[in-house]
């Protein structure tokens, strides 16, 4: 009979830390960022997913005025309701609203137009897997929602006057980006920063990297969990070392990104390799003892899958081992790329990246020419030319193409 450990402790087993390791900067700035958002409006898109509802439970003590939450996700959506509305204090809010639309479709414009400006807008909207590169058609689809959409909303945020600060999430793959999915995030940070889209000067603009949150919706430790309900084998990549943070941490480091992040930067954690990285088949084996399992090694798949009935019979629970050698992978983790530098911003666990620039005209020519593919009923644009169009803008973009995708994997 398996055990079900909750998600704090199965968040333990990723961080190597019981609680929330950035909420001592939180308390210490508890009556600062009270001041910004008690009674205040705030606008959250992409609310409904991992990051952005945990982040949503971290803003609701300090009792906004308005909140309200766009997700194209109308399950998602639902779910967070029924979350919010079911806890010990209820949904603290005077005004609330679940809004299922999609963040760059004109129905967001319209909406935009009709309400009072907001205090604080947050944007977790994101395509944020590597295998959304897998081929040019799904690439499309991850820069139109990564970077054609978040441009446009920005700017219907300035030229409305809609957001007096406007925070939008990042990822440490960002930093160095040998990806597509982290390339598309760090033109973000240039879209956001760089003045280029709408004036740097009209609003106060944040972002965060950070680690990859345990047990998030859709990660690799989240499908342990599914895999275990469907009596699958687990697979994970052989000596691979990553940064975790919980979804709680999560949500803090986004709180104190975006109310009291300077402007221009990206607040990244402090977190040291050495200490705080974790081995990814260590954890997996953690999690299934944490279970009442006994992890059992697999070098092939079909061997795993074949004997995963005697094994849980046995006590035991199959982990498969994997190459680490799909298209973007990256071997270590970092939050600050080459050219960039990391200051205190008055924190004791985060710090910040201050923005280092981009030529204007590039990130014009490249937004150009991304909004032409997106919008393009017929094109011949390949993969390789698309590579090609990031690496003129980002000279530290190194694509690692392998020829094999994670769809690929079990």
Sequence with gaps: MFIQPGINELSELATGHPGDRF????????????????NARLLVVGGAGSIGSATVRRLLPFQPAVLHVVDHNENGLAELVRDLRSGR???????????????????????????????????????????????????????????????????????RQRARRYF????????????LM???????????F??????????????????????????????FTRRLQKRQPIAVPRGVRRFFVSLQESGTICVLAAVLGPHRHVLVPRLDPAEDASD????????????????????????????????????????????????????????VGRGESMVAVGFRHVLGVPYSGVEAAALLELLSRLQQLVV???????????????TRLLPEFRHQETGKTLDERM
Excluded at 141 to 148: E, S, W
Excluded at 182 to 192: C, F, Y
Excluded at 283 to 310: K, M, N, S, T, W
Excluded at 376 to 390: C, G, H, L, M
């Design 280 to 335: 990814l088949e260590c954890v997996a084996e953690a999690f299934l003892r944490r279970h009442g399992l006994a992890p059992c090694q697999y070098e092939e798949e079909e061997a795993a899958r074949v004997g995963i009935e005697d094994d849980v019979a046995a006590g035991r629970y199959p982990i498969l081992r994997t190459v680490a050698d799909t298209t973007g992978e990256k071997g270590i983790e970092e939050f």
């Design 376 to 390: 393009a009923e017929e094109s011949d644009v390949t993969k390789a030319e698309v590579v090609e169009w990031v």
């Design 89 to 159: 204090s209820g949904l603290p809010v005077v005004e609330f609203r679940a809004l299922p639309f999609d963040f760059g479709a004109p129905v967001m414009s319209r909406f935009l137009r009709e309400q009072a400006p907001y205090d604080l807008v947050l944007n977790f909207a994101a395509l944020k897997h590597v295998r959304s590169e897998k081929d040019v058609y799904v690439l499309t689809q991850m820069l139109d929602t990564n970077v054609v959409k978040q441009a446009r909303f920005l700017r219907w945020l300035v030229e």
């Design 194 to 223: 760089s003045g280029v889209v709408a004036s740097s000067d009209a609003l106060d603009v944040t972002s965060a990297r950070f680690a990859n949150v345990a047990f998030a919706d859709g990660s690799l430790l989240d499908s």
């Design 182 to 192: 982290g390339a598309s995030k760090r033109i973000l940070e240039h879209v956001l």
């Design 168 to 179: 939008c999430v990042s990822t440490d793959k960002a930093a160095n980006p040998v990806n």
């Design 23 to 38: 909420a001592e900067d939180l308390e210490e700035h508890r009556l600062e960022i009270t001041r910004h958002l008690a």
